[in-house]
């Protein structure tokens, strides 16, 4: 059984910084991509970041692009999401969702498995 547990959201104010972290079991984690998604109160799922197998490869949201990164360490079968200069409008419950591709995109249909998600809040 394929288990994600999110952990490292929290409160901080704009122009902070926090770090998520999605610990995995169930599977050989170096060989699929990780991807992260956000969910604003009111709006639908959206599509942050992703990162292929190998983690030579990454996809962002345009929103995020130059402000969040996202790594992987296969050694800790653990993706991770540094996110700096937060805004008020990165609010969301933040996922870490896994597919069963080496290399994936931003529609959430390719992700197989979720994780129950992390509140992440921006005052201004």
């Known amino acids: 059984q394929v288990q994600l547990v999110e952990s490292g959201g929290g409160l901080v104010q704009a122009g902070g910084s926090l770090r998520l972290s999605c610990a995995t079991s169930?599977?050989?984690?170096?060989?699929?991509?990780m991807g992260w998604f956000r969910q604003a109160p009111g709006k639908e799922r959206e599509f942050v970041a992703t990162?292929?197998?190998?983690?030579?490869?990454?996809y962002y949201a345009d929103s995020v692009k130059g402000r969040f990164t996202i790594s992987r360490d296969n050694a800790k079968n653990t993706v991770y999401l540094q996110m700096n200069s937060l805004k008020p409008e990165d609010t969301a419950v933040y996922y870490c969702?896994?597919?069963?591709?080496?290399?994936?995109?931003?529609?959430?249909?390719?992700?197989?498995?979720w994780g129950q998600g992390t509140q992440v809040t921006v005052s201004s």
């Open positions: 990162i292929s197998w190998s983690g030579r490869t990454t």
């Open positions: 169930g599977r050989t984690f170096s060989s699929y991509a």
């Open positions: 969702a896994a597919p069963n591709l080496q290399i994936a995109g931003e529609d959430s249909a390719e992700y197989r498995y």
